[in-house]
């Protein structure tokens, strides 16, 4: 179950990156997706989360940039990224919910991927 993430790298400030995350197992459509980010010494912080009914929900920082997207066929959660900025430079994390709905509270989420690399350069 535990998902995958890829499509991170190195972008240019104002450019644009899809990220991608599947994660294998039963039962994909009835829960909630997130994704969260990690910059060096910071803590981990939200980013996006889609529910179970595709019921969108984003940070402030990237409202209007970034758009979260699910294909239960595929059991895949996207993350496109828009005029991205270098503040949006960190580790981004896919997540399964425990539960159909959305939070932006890590505890609302049981499986973790590894972690694919945003860096945006100035």
Known sequence: VQPVESGGGMVPAGGSLRLSCVAAGRDFSTYAMGWFRQ???????????????????????VKGR??????????????????????DTAVYYCARGRYGSSSALTFHYEYWGQGTQVTVSS
Not at 40 to 59: H, L, Q
Not at 66 to 87: C, G, W, Y
């Open 66 to 87: 970034f758009a979260i997207s699910r294909d239960n066929a595929n059991n895949t959660a996207d993350l496109q990224m828009h005029s991205v900025k270098p503040e």
């Open 39 to 61: 910059a060096p010494g910071k803590e981990r912080e939200f980013v996006a989360a889609i529910d179970w009914s595709g019921a969108t929900m984003y940070a402030d920082s």
